[in-house]
């Protein structure tokens, strides 16, 4: 079993729905990072959690530390939103552990 | 304000054969790491340099080696190399160390051994 695992692995929305992903890991972790990865190979770096909840325009991230649960939400998905979003945890000897990625696929 | 520049941003290489790829973060910059990423095993950690000193490596053989310099910049080496080196590396920079402030994304190197 993974120490990393993302559901779902695949998701297809229509324009304008609300999106979650969900990232579940099995290690202790000092930071939770989301990240997004567009065709071609770039990567964005999206959100650092360690605690609570993050915003950013219309994206949300939180993270339960006592559930070892982080969510990624996405509100009024658009086209360009298009990616892949992957969950990386540091774990407490610093190390990086990632996801297998949610390919999100939002059509117009 | 200049990205994380990654070079070169193509390779092919033998088998046997040793490469040396290069990453030149944003400036101001202390932290890089460095990643590989293959269809079949995703992102996975390589190393972690800050100021020179390297802080964390990933479950890599010792043909991966890596290395910064006093300016920052880093590079990342793989000797005998094997097909299964084939990948897509990354490297990203950020302020400090551990990502505190969020990581910067190189475009990657993508690596073909043949």
């Known amino acids: 079993k993974n120490e990393v695992e993302q559901s779902p692995q695949n998701l297809t929305a229509q324009e304008g729905e609300f999106i979650t992903i969900n990232c579940s890991y099995s290690v202790g972790i000092s930071a939770l990072h989301w990240l997004q990865q567009h065709p071609g190979g770039g990567i964005v770096s999206l959100f650092m959690?360690?605690?609570g909840k993050k915003k950013h325009g219309r994206l949300i991230a939180t993270i339960n530390i006592q559930e070892k649960h982080s969510s990624l939400h996405i509100t009024a998905s658009h086209p360009r939103d298009s990616a892949v979003y992957i969950c990386?945890?540091?774990?407490?000897?610093?190390?990086?552990?990632f996801g297998a990625g949610t390919r999100l696929t939002v059509k117009p | 304000k200049a990205g994380v520049t990654q070079t070169p941003r193509y390779l092919i290489k033998t088998r046997g054969q040793q490469v040396t790829l290069s990453c030149s973060p944003i400036s101001g910059h202390r932290s890089v790491s460095w990643y590989q990423q293959t269809p079949g095993q995703g992102l996975q950690f390589l190393f972690e340099y800050f100021s020179e000193t390297q802080r964390n490596k990933g479950n890599f053989p010792g043909r991966f080696s890596g290395r910064q310099f006093s300016n920052s910049r880093s590079e990342m080496n793989v000797s005998t190399l094997e097909l299964g080196d084939s990948a897509l590396y990354l490297c990203?920079?950020?302020?400090?160390?551990?990502?505190?402030?969020?990581?910067?994304f190189g475009s990657g190197t993508r690596l073909t051994v043949v």
């Open positions: 990386a945890v540091r774990g407490n000897n610093n190390d990086m552990r």
């Open positions: 959690l360690s605690s």
């Open positions: 990203a920079s950020s302020l400090v160390g551990q990502g505190e402030y969020g990581y910067t």
